[in-house]
């Protein structure tokens, strides 16, 4: 690892106590997050840590600690997967504590809900766009009362005004620049003075800032090229086998017969684990694990769930999309203004299941002993996988053990602990350490899927053309219900909604609502992001057909409504100006634009596109306006929109998990198609600067990039796109 990033488990009492631990640490900082927004920020000797912790009053959820070598270690409670968190987070600190970027390292978290929760989904896990949102004022709050702390110490070790004193890069001066002292030397001096409050402590003017909006170098990039970076699937312990599984093939089913003789017989495997709904095979290395999974020649009782299509499925929305549903809007009287519109709109629109398939399969390595368990996983939810398998276990949850790692790949996929639970169970018939290793396949066809869904819309227009009504009814599963059941009020679940609730435009009658519909043999959960992901498609697909109905250009259109919303005009102006929006293209290539609030920023894609006669679709281009209020690095905003684009248009031209008899259709990138190097297309991103408090941007431009492609496809063609994947069959040219 970099001298300057350590990612592995922090400390636990089974190796060093936490008394231990604290003990010889110069200044220790923490800062708490609550749901009300309010922070705290502390610091304490080594001594005076462990007091505070014997009485019970120090408890933050989250720490910064600073060694007698000055080295400055940030304990990050956010996991990072790809989307440069590490990066971001370090930066906020670093800029009030005055130090270099380099000059921080990082250590994983252990799982605690009182300590390192973030504060906008209140629970601790890495999701929902949220970690630079829920940790841009604390971490800066903590940075700036160590820094004021330690110049503090210096400032009374010359016995001169603090005030006449500065920081920068670790090092304290006095007003002459030839006095110094270094942030370790002046550590266990700082934690002996007074601690100010946060509130009391003046946090930098963002003019004065010199590393925040900088396009600071990826902390992590030289260990991810040159291959030291450790993910979940790189663990190794001494003494650890290897397991292949079989998971039945249909939820709900159960093992029927297995050849275990044969398995035994293949070389180098030690022995089969049957837990009913699932089959491992334990061997000294993968490829015997899997010749021996072969050999094993698996049948299966599929259960109540083996008839399962996705006919059933679409029927059984459909069916109760008629029904009303829990309210989330409801502005005006949407009803009566249909009614007496000039004109009226209505559609149905549908979206997919949609599997994460990230480049890491699932993976989790289990050490479960009588008084412990230790799992080594890349989970974006640590407190909720400990939780579950202390469940499972019958251990106290401080006697399981998570040593967070590296994701390659997580989507929401890993804010699931089903992988590490089946790892768990195989483990309980092991001996020693095992990993525990999806094949592709069971990765796909055992996921837990983003929902389909299925949407009723109505629009009225008046004379002008001008929307007077709309309604909007979503139907389909709620990962909410399942996953954090007190967000769910009278059966609304807020995620389902989110960008249909509160869609941008001016709008005077508005009537959502939503309907909850579980399918049997079918598990769903967050897909780097679940409700905006179809409800922009949605919304903004309809959008369209409105100014297509009073026959204005779709552009224009939406400025009309949007006159109340500035920074939503804002990015849809940028978009479409840096697009080149009205200016002519070949027969076939059109251009579409949608808009969108979602994760805390504003957001604007104009897609490009080449529709051939045999109804293939070339997407050329994507142009991208966000303003997702400040940056704290514009380089990892612009990878995460150009990652994000590519990952909502891979499942708008491909994605599509299907179900016959109970089993997933799909089962590797065959089937399950990735977007091939061809295909992608250029993706460019202007930022607006913005004095706005931080937005999220991972999920935003997959929940947006869908709508615009199916809105250039209709400005080529004439034909309205209404269900994804793209059906490149109803696209081709009739002459």
């Known amino acids: 690892m970099d001298g300057f990033i350590r990612t592995e488990q922090i400390a636990d009492e089974a190796t060093v106590s936490r008394r231990a631990f604290l003990q010889g640490t110069g200044l220790l900082l923490g800062f708490a997050l609550t749901g009300t927004g309010t922070e705290s920020v502390f610091a304490a000797t080594a001594s005076q840590v462990v007091e505070n912790e014997i009485t019970g009053t120090f408890a933050p959820n989250g720490f910064i600690r600073i060694d007698p070598i000055g080295a400055v270690t940030l304990v990050m409670p956010m996991v990072e997967m790809g989307q440069g968190v590490y990066t971001s987070l370090s930066m906020l600190l670093a800029e009030e504590l005055e130090v270099r970027l380099d000059q921080i390292r990082v250590q994983h978290a252990p799982p605690n809900h009182a300590l390192y929760a973030n504060s906008i989904i209140g629970i601790q896990n890495t999701g929902g766009s949220a970690s630079v949102r829920a940790f841009w004022t604390p971490l800066r709050q903590a940075g700036a009362v160590g820094r004021n702390m330690l110049i503090a110490a210096a400032a009374k070790r010359w016995s001169v005004d603090p005030a006449t004193c500065r920081a920068k890069d670790g090092i304290v001066f006095d007003a002459s620049g030839l006095k110094h002292l270094s942030?370790?030397?002046?550590?266990?001096?700082?934690?002996?003075?007074?601690?100010?409050?946060?509130?009391?402590?003046?946090?930098?003017?963002?003019?004065?800032?010199?590393?925040?909006?900088?396009?600071?170098k990826r902390v992590d990039s030289s260990i991810k090229v040159d291959g030291r970076a450790l993910y979940?699937?790189?663990?190794?312990?001494?003494?650890?086998?290897?397991a292949a599984v079989a998971i039945s093939p249909v939820l709900g089913g159960n093992t029927k017969t297995v050849d275990e003789k044969a398995a035994l017989a293949v070389k180098g495997v030690r022995q089969l684990v049957n837990i009913g709904e699932a089959v491992a095979v334990v061997a000294d290395h993968m490829g015997a694990a899997k010749k021996g999974l072969e050999a094993a020649t698996i049948t299966w009782d599929d259960g109540p769930n083996g008839k399962v299509s996705n006919a059933d499925i679409v029927k059984q929305l459909e069916e109760e999309s008629r029904k009303p549903g829990a309210v989330a809007r409801n502005d005006g009287d949407a009803r009566k203004a249909l009614a007496a519109a000039a004109q009226r709109v209505d559609a149905i629109y549908q979206v997919p299941f949609l599997a994460h398939a990230a480049m890491e399969p699932m993976n989790c390595t289990v050490h479960l002993q009588k008084d412990r368990c230790d799992i080594w996983v890349g989970t974006q939810a640590p407190t909720i996988t400990q939780s579950q398998v202390a469940e499972l276990t019958g251990l106290p949850k401080d006697a399981v053990k998570i040593h967070n790692h590296l994701i390659g790949g997580g989507f929401g996929r890993r804010l699931e602990a089903d992988g590490t639970i089946l790892a768990v169970k195989i483990a309980k018939h092991v001996d020693g350490p095992v990993k525990v290793i999806w094949s592709r396949e069971e990765d796909i066809q055992h996921d837990m899927y983003r929902p389909y869904y299925l949407d009723r819309l109505s629009a009225g227009l008046d004379a002008t053309g001008r929307p007077v009504a709309w309604t909007h009814r979503i139907a389909g599963s709620s990962v909410?219900?399942?996953?954090?059941?007190?967000?769910?009020?009278?059966?609304?679940?807020?995620?389902?909604?989110?960008?249909a609730a509160e869609p941008p435009y001016a709008l005077p009658n508005i009537h959502v609502d939503f309907v909850r519909v579980e399918h049997p043999g079918v598990r769903t959960s967050w897909w780097r992001g679940v409700g905006p992901t179809h409800n922009v498609f949605v919304v903004e697909s309809f959008m369209d057909e409105l100014a297509d109905a009073a026959k204005r250009d779709p552009v224009a259109y939406r400025k009309g409504l949007l006159g109340h919303n500035p920074r939503a005009l804002a990015v849809l102006s940028l978009a479409a100006e840096k697009a080149g929006w009205g200016s002519p293209l070949p027969a076939r290539h059109g251009r579409g634009i949608s808009v969108q609030f979602a994760y805390g920023s504003y957001t604007s894609q104009v897609a490009e596109v080449e529709v051939a006669a045999d109804g293939s679709v070339k997407v050329k281009r994507i142009v991208c306006a966000i303003d997702c209020g400040m940056h704290v690095n514009p380089d990892t905003i612009e990878a995460q929109v150009q990652g994000g684009t590519l990952f909502g248009l891979t499942a708008a031209l491909h994605g599509s998990i299907t179900f016959r008899d109970g089993r997933v259709e799909q089962s590797n990138f065959d089937t399950y198609l990735p977007m091939r190097i061809d295909e992608v297309p250029v993706v460019e991103t202007h930022l607006i600067k913005s004095a706005e408090p931080p937005g999220g941007v991972g999920e935003a431009p997959t929940a947006i990039v869908s709508a615009a492609v199916t809105n250039a496809i209709f400005a080529a063609t004439g034909k309205r796109v209404r269900s994804l994947p793209i059906d490149s069959n109803s696209l081709k040219s009739s002459s």
């Open 183 to 216: 942030y370790g030397e002046l550590a266990t001096a700082a934690a002996k003075l007074p601690v100010p409050a946060a509130a009391d402590v003046k946090l930098k003017d963002p003019k004065d800032f010199t590393l925040i909006g900088t396009r600071a």
């Open 480 to 499: 909410m219900a399942r996953y954090y059941p007190p967000y769910v009020k009278d059966g609304l679940d807020p995620d389902a909604v989110e960008a």
């Open 232 to 242: 979940g699937i790189d663990t190794r312990l001494p003494g650890m086998t290897i």
